[in-house]
Each structure stands twice: as structure tokens, then as C-alpha cells.
């Protein structure tokens, strides 16, 4: 398939239509954001490996009976995915609590919570994305029952999926993001997964290998997508 114009350019990955109005062409950027556009900066690398790192899940997933966006590999940073129209919802499951949910609950942060849990918030950079609950998507028209039904329940098994797979490579999952698109009238998983969007900890030392490195100032940035990249041994 061939690359045509750039369609829209985000934070972290630019899109690209392709001569098929079904699929187009992702290009993984190494420019990293963190709250809301307003910390900036470039992880080396990184682009690689969430490309990669994110195909090969998709790929895992597929086989899991997850259907997902992602067609081909191009190259180390493009993909060639199916060109779906994005639910506006980030899709957040948390196994632990971290970030945002420690500090709304008061739950230290690595406190292992007693089930997985589901939210979501509303794709909107102007407002922040806030955080949005079922009855409130209903009623806004962001997605339908069905689409919700179908959304939690593919969330769920992705999260079983990963857990177990990042078990394997001494990784805790504890939380992660996810985005769905719409697909012909089916529902798919679409965007990345990746340290980007996934909080990662090493099993033993629970070592953060993930992007709070960097939006905490912690140092070894680079280093930690590396080393994730380095245990899934897709070289
Ligand atoms: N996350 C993300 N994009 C966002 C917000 C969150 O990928 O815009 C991911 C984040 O990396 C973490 C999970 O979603 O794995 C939960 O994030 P949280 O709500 O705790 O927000 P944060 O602390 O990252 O602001």
C-alpha cells in the first residue's frame, strides 16, 4: 500500500492516508508529553520501540480472540493499521494503585487493589480529559450501550492477557490504557500500548520501567524503555 499525505499529527505519532481509505500508516514519534501537552521533551528511541512493542501485543491479543487495528509491521517506526473512527474514550484498567487513582482515593501508591478495575475518561485535550461514567457517555452520545458492553469486556481480557504476558517477562501491570475504534460497525482495539500508556514495574525490585520515569524526573528514562524492550526479545 502506498503512503500518501499526513493526516493529523499528534503528540507522540503522526497518521499517513494510504491509496485504501480503510487503512492507513502510524509513524512513532520519540517526542513524549505529560500532563495534558504541558511537560515536553524526547525520549531516544522510543518510537521503536512502542511501534514494536505495540504490534507485537496487537498481534498477541489477535490470537486471544482481541480483535485490534494493527495490519503490518512497515518498518521499525510505521505500521500500516486499519483506519478506524476512534471512540473518544480512554479506556483505563488499574490492577494496582498509582497515579491519578492514589491520589483521588488516598490508596498508596503499589497498594494492590482486591479487582481490577474499569474507568474511563473523555478524549478531550481542551478540557483535560476528564473523567466520564457509563450513564454520562449514554447520555453525551460518545458511545452506545453496545458499544460500551462490548469496550469493558474486551478491556478485561486485554488486561488478563497482558498480565499474564508481562508476568512471563518479570513485569507487574499495574494499570493501562487502552483506545477503541469503530471498524466497519465492529469495535477494535486501536492506538498504542506501550510504557507510554502502561504503568510497568519490575516484578522483584518494582522498579518503574515506564513513561512515570519521565514525568516524574526520575532519570533513566531511556534506559527503562530499553529494558522493557530488551525482555520482550523481538530482536
Ligand atoms: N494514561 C495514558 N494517557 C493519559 C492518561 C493516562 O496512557 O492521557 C495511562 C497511564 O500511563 C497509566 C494509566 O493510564 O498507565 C492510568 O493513569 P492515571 O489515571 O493514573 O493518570 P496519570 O497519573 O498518568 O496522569
Given at each position: 500500500m502506498e503512503k500518501k499525505e499526513?493526516?493529523?499529527?499528534g503528540k507522540a505519532k503522526k497518521v499517513f492516508?494510504?491509496?485504501?481509505?480503510?487503512?492507513?500508516?502510524?509513524?512513532?514519534?520519540?517526542?513524549?508529553?505529560?500532563?495534558n501537552g504541558e511537560k515536553k521533551g524526547t525520549i531516544a528511541g522510543k518510537g521503536v520501540v512502542n511501534n514494536r512493542m505495540s504490534n507485537m501485543l496487537c498481534k498477541l491479543l489477535e490470537q486471544k480472540g482481541v480483535p485490534s487495528h494493527y495490519v503490518e509491521?512497515?518498518?521499525?517506526?510505521?505500521?500500516?493499521?486499519?483506519?478506524?473512527?476512534?471512540?473518544?474514550?480512554?479506556?483505563?484498567?488499574?490492577?494496582?494503585?498509582?497515579?491519578s487513582f492514589s491520589k483521588r482515593f488516598g490508596i498508596a501508591e503499589g497498594t494492590k487493589l482486591k479487582c481490577p478495575t474499569l474507568e474511563y475518561c473523555l478524549?478531550?485535550?481542551?478540557?483535560?480529559?476528564?473523567?466520564?461514567n457509563d450513564t454520562q457517555i449514554l447520555a453525551i452520545d460518545a458511545a452506545t450501550r453496545e458499544e460500551l458492553d462490548k469496550i469493558a469486556a474486551m478491556a478485561y481480557k486485554v488486561n488478563e492477557v497482558l498480565i499474564e504476558f508481562f508476568r512471563t517477562i518479570g513485569i507487574e501491570?499495574?494499570?493501562?490504557?487502552?483506545?477503541?475504534?469503530?471498524?466497519?460497525?465492529?469495535?477494535?482495539?486501536?492506538?498504542?500500548?506501550?510504557?507510554?500508556?502502561?504503568?510497568?514495574?519490575?516484578?522483584?525490585?518494582?522498579?518503574?520501567l515506564d513513561k512515570d520515569r519521565f514525568r516524574r524526573d526520575m532519570g533513566g528514562v531511556e534506559e527503562a524503555y530499553a529494558e522493557v524492550f530488551k525482555r520482550l526479545n523481538l530482536d
Open positions: 499526513q493526516l493529523y499529527e492516508a494510504t491509496d485504501d481509505a480503510d487503512y492507513c500508516i502510524v509513524s512513532y514519534k520519540d517526542d513524549a508529553t505529560a500532563f509491521e512497515l518498518s521499525d517506526r510505521e505500521t500500516l493499521v486499519k483506519k478506524v473512527d476512534i471512540v473518544p474514550l480512554e479506556v483505563i484498567i488499574r490492577n494496582t494503585a498509582a497515579g478524549k478531550d485535550d481542551a478540557l483535560g480529559d476528564p473523567m466520564i501491570l499495574i494499570d493501562f490504557k487502552i483506545e477503541f475504534g469503530r471498524f466497519h460497525g465492529d469495535i477494535i482495539l486501536a492506538d498504542e500500548i506501550s510504557p507510554d500508556t502502561c504503568r510497568l514495574w519490575d516484578i522483584e525490585t518494582h522498579q518503574k
